[in-house]
């Protein structure tokens, strides 16, 4: 049950102490490359040794592994001890907090708890209304807003100009605002009008000139080429902070910390038995095509590409293939399982997906699950359509 709005959640951290005021934010809004930004971030302030926490959703293995510190997943049972505090007051003060809202809430928690001077959060859904926009203008250094594409409509609105307005809802008073530049002009007026209303500079990413701290793309190790467009934002958020935190200041430091970013099940290869298959969750029209693209130009011509896709409940399954699947192609539909946490996610039946597929490919198989599915797929296996899905197979390869 999605059900946006602040009110539950700043009630519930107010009675916590306020744990999200007691350090400083880098908020990050988008559609798609968010959850990239905030890897680049966390992984240039730990190199930088600056105490550091970083929030993304949803979780891609255990259920706290959105939540590190310092670069390295939270310990399980610091973890499930700030859960169980939050989930206490949540009950004794009948507050009725949704399962994002608590999550939210543990995270702040557990950065107050291990003292992290810089929080790195990762918007949730939208961001005017979402549980994570309850971060202070005088505790954010800066806020970022990514590529923003049409998704969740039934959420955030039937336009990309109205879903760029909830996403610009993060501006905050007077705080620097980064925006991938990319995004289309019509998107790029909303986000500007909405940062002049809070008088927020606001920073567009330049990708034609050279990237802040001497970076190159070739500095990346994450695939895909809309890629330079997320470090762009990161890098002029490092920037920004750089002026609070002299430790961001040393080129090196920045340079080494955006080499050794890590972030899984993002164009991500794996071996899995005696294969080696691409891991991606593209789960919407925009992401859909990037990974169209990354396949197009690195994987086609090799042989043979079947495609392993679950997508959730509500998804456009032909926008999706149309998006990704070429007529050669084979196509092989399963389902993931449930979720841990969020229990009104579900998977869409792989014999509907599969009656949408069969519009784009002759070649279309159901597997009951994705063990199966991978161990018959010929050529190059690629493992996309929902996060959940990759999930299943990071959880067998860590096996």
């Given at each position: 049950?999605?059900?946006?709005?602040?009110?539950?959640?700043?009630?519930?951290?107010?009675?916590?102490?306020?744990?999200?005021?007691?350090?400083?934010a880098i908020h990050v809004a988008g559609t798609n490359g968010k959850g990239s930004v905030c890897a680049y971030i966390s992984s240039v302030l730990t190199e930088a040794r600056i105490p550091n926490g970083r929030f993304t959703s949803p979780h891609l293995i255990d259920r706290w592994d959105c939540i590190t510190v310092n670069g390295a997943t939270v310990k399980e049972e610091v973890f499930r001890n700030a859960e169980?505090?939050?989930?206490?007051?949540?009950?004794?003060?009948?507050?009725?907090?949704?399962?994002?809202?608590?999550?939210?809430?543990?995270?702040?928690?557990?950065?107050?708890?291990?003292?992290?001077?810089?929080?790195?959060?990762?918007?949730?859904?939208?961001?005017?209304?979402?549980?994570?926009?309850?971060?202070?203008?005088?505790?954010?250094?800066?806020?970022?807003?990514?590529?923003?594409?049409?998704?969740?409509?039934?959420?955030?609105?039937?336009?990309?100009?109205?879903?760029?307005?909830?996403?610009?809802?993060?501006?905050?008073?007077?705080?620097?605002?980064?925006?991938?530049?990319?995004?289309?002009?019509?998107?790029?007026?909303?986000?500007?009008?909405?940062?002049?209303?809070?008088?927020?500079?606001?920073?567009?990413?330049?990708?034609?000139?050279?990237?802040?701290?001497?970076?190159?793309?070739?500095?990346?190790?994450?695939?895909?080429?809309?890629?330079?467009?997320?470090?762009?934002?990161?890098?002029?958020?490092?920037?920004?902070?750089?002026?609070?935190?002299?430790?961001?200041?040393?080129?090196?430091?920045?340079?080494?910390?955006?080499?050794?970013?890590?972030?899984?099940?993002?164009?991500?290869?794996?071996?899995?038995?005696?294969?080696?298959?691409?891991?991606?969750?593209?789960?919407?029209?925009?992401?859909?095509?990037?990974?169209?693209?990354?396949?197009?130009?690195?994987?086609?011509?090799?042989?043979?590409?079947?495609?392993?896709?679950?997508?959730?409940?509500?998804?456009?399954?032909?926008?999706?293939?149309?998006?990704?699947?070429?007529?050669?192609?084979?196509?092989?539909?399963?389902?993931?399982?449930?979720?841990?946490?969020?229990?009104?996610?579900?998977?869409?039946?792989?014999?509907?997906?599969?009656?949408?597929?069969?519009?784009?490919t002759d070649k279309v198989n159901v597997a009951k699950d994705v063990k199966e599915a991978v161990e018959s797929s010929a050529g190059t296996c690629v493992v996309c359509g929902s996060l959940y899905l990759v999930s299943e197979v990071?959880?067998?390869?860590?096996?």
């Open positions: 049950m999605i059900d946006l709005g602040l009110s539950r959640i700043y009630r519930l951290l107010t009675l916590l102490g306020c744990p999200h005021l007691k350090y400083r169980a505090l939050v989930t206490k007051t949540n009950e004794q003060h009948g507050i009725g907090a949704s399962e994002f809202e608590l999550l939210t809430a543990t995270a702040f928690e557990i950065f107050n708890q291990l003292k992290v001077r810089l929080a790195v959060i990762e918007v949730g859904l939208g961001g005017r209304l979402d549980s994570t926009n309850v971060l202070s203008a005088e505790n954010t250094v800066a806020t970022v807003i990514t590529k923003i594409g049409l998704d969740h409509q039934g959420f955030l609105g039937n336009t990309i100009e109205e879903i760029a307005g909830e996403k610009a809802g993060i501006i905050k008073e007077r705080v620097p605002c980064i925006v991938d530049s990319s995004n289309v002009p019509s998107v790029l007026k909303v986000v500007e009008g909405r940062a002049q209303q809070k008088e927020a500079p606001v920073i567009f990413t330049n990708t034609q000139l050279s990237l802040p701290f001497g970076i190159t793309r070739s500095q990346s190790p994450l695939n895909g080429s809309y890629q330079l467009h997320n470090l762009a934002c990161a890098l002029n958020a490092i920037k920004v902070a750089s002026k609070e935190f002299a430790e961001l200041q040393d080129e090196k430091i920045v340079q080494q910390g955006i080499a050794h970013t890590k972030w899984p099940g993002r164009l991500q290869w794996v071996e899995f038995g005696s294969k080696t298959i691409l891991l991606d969750g593209a789960h919407n029209a925009q992401s859909a095509s990037l990974l169209a693209e990354y396949v197009d130009n690195e994987v086609r011509g090799k042989g043979p590409v079947t495609f392993v896709v679950a997508f959730s409940g509500g998804r456009d399954c032909d926008e999706l293939f149309n998006a990704f699947v070429r007529e050669d192609d084979t196509v092989i539909c399963t389902e993931f399982g449930p979720v841990d946490g969020m229990p009104w996610v579900n998977a869409s039946k792989a014999d509907q997906v599969a009656i949408s597929a069969k519009k784009f990071l959880k067998l390869t860590r096996s």
